[in-house]
């Protein structure tokens, strides 16, 4: 719930409405739904809970008394159009909006965000701007010390649990692959996802900016590609799990756990050929299915040699 008015720009002070539709253009399609004109200011200012973005001209500067810079970092300006990136962005606002309010009306999920500066200082979400705040938003560093300051969450789990959003299909099957677990269903609903999130402790990973923007969320990331292998990068460079990949070690098509059987307890109708030139057999603990080391097995060994050598390149 926003509980001031926000006013914002990428590039200053905003000069022209190409200005203001570029930047109703970072936010969720719910906001552009809600894009407000000059002459709709009245009934805004007078609205419990309402975000917006103005031209800040001096009528506006007026209205909204009080300003705050803000400046994200990293690949927190992914969530920019290009052109409008690593900009500082003053933000002009009435009544006493949390800082978490206006880092996700500016169009940033807040959990992408695990380090909030305020005047130098870090803050956590719950922070109410004051006139004058400058503020720094920086995501999740995985390798950086800043064990001195407030993080926003607890660090994530050396080994972590995903849950995927519907649209992610093979990249649940990749991460699966290198021993990764990994919830997914194509029908899940997002109430569903999140709350399988919370009680198992997963990490939501998703293409849908909206559902990171959820209250309940706190630990999720928004996957930049839309090349499954290009997403497995991301995934894996970004939560830094080279160290952890453990291939062959997951069914690709459930999650459960593959464990070596012996060849002669495999009595399904397997082909005679693939009995015949194959030793190692594996099943999956939970659905029964039998993997061996056929002509895919060279294929996805080189794919995860490539990834390691990216992160050693
Ligand atoms: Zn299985």
């Not at 940033?108 to 695990?114: G, R």
């Not at 998703?206 to 930049?224: A, M, N, Q, S």
């Amino acid at each position: 719930m926003i509980t001031g008015s926000v006013v914002s720009s990428l590039q200053g002070e905003p000069r022209s409405t190409h200005d203001i539709d570029m930047v109703v253009a970072i936010q969720s399609s719910k906001a552009q739904d809600q894009k407000i004109h000059f002459n709709h200011l009245p009934e805004l200012l007078s609205g419990a809970a309402t975000m917006c973005l103005f031209p800040a001209d001096g009528a506006m500067s007026k209205m909204m008394s009080n300003i705050a810079t803000f400046r994200f970092y990293e690949e927190l300006n992914d969530f920019f159009a290009k052109g409008k990136r690593k900009a500082t962005i003053p933000v002009y606002f009435r009544g006493n909006p949390t800082v978490k309010d206006i880092i996700e009306s500016i169009g940033v999920p807040h959990t992408e965000v695990d380090l909030i500066l305020v005047n130098s200082k870090s803050v956590n979400f719950s922070y109410h701007l004051k006139n004058g705040d400058r503020v720094s938003v920086y995501p999740v560093f995985e390798s950086l010390d800043i064990s001195n300051v407030t993080h926003l969450r607890a660090k994530p789990l050396r080994q972590p649990k995903y849950i995927l959003d519907v649209h992610l299909g093979k990249l649940a099957k990749y991460l699966r692959m290198l021993g990764f677990d990994t919830r997914y269903k194509n029908n899940y609903h997002d109430s569903q996802i999140v709350s399988i999130a919370g009680n198992e402790k997963r990490i939501i990973l998703t293409r849908d900016i909206g559902i990171l923007k959820i209250k309940k969320v706190t630990c999720g990331y928004w996957i930049r590609s839309q090349n499954p292998k290009k997403q497995l990068q991301e995934v894996i460079g970004h939560f830094d799990l080279y160290s952890s990949i453990k291939p062959f070690h997951r069914c690709m098509d459930c999650n459960g756990i593959i464990k070596k059987v012996k060849k002669e307890s495999i009595h399904d109708n397997m082909e005679e050929k693939t009995k015949k030139y194959y030793n190692e057999f594996y099943r999956c603990k939970s659905c029964g299915k039998i993997y061996w080391q056929g002509s895919h097995y060279d294929r996805m060994k080189k794919f995860i040699e490539d990834l390691k050598g990216m992160d050693s390149a």
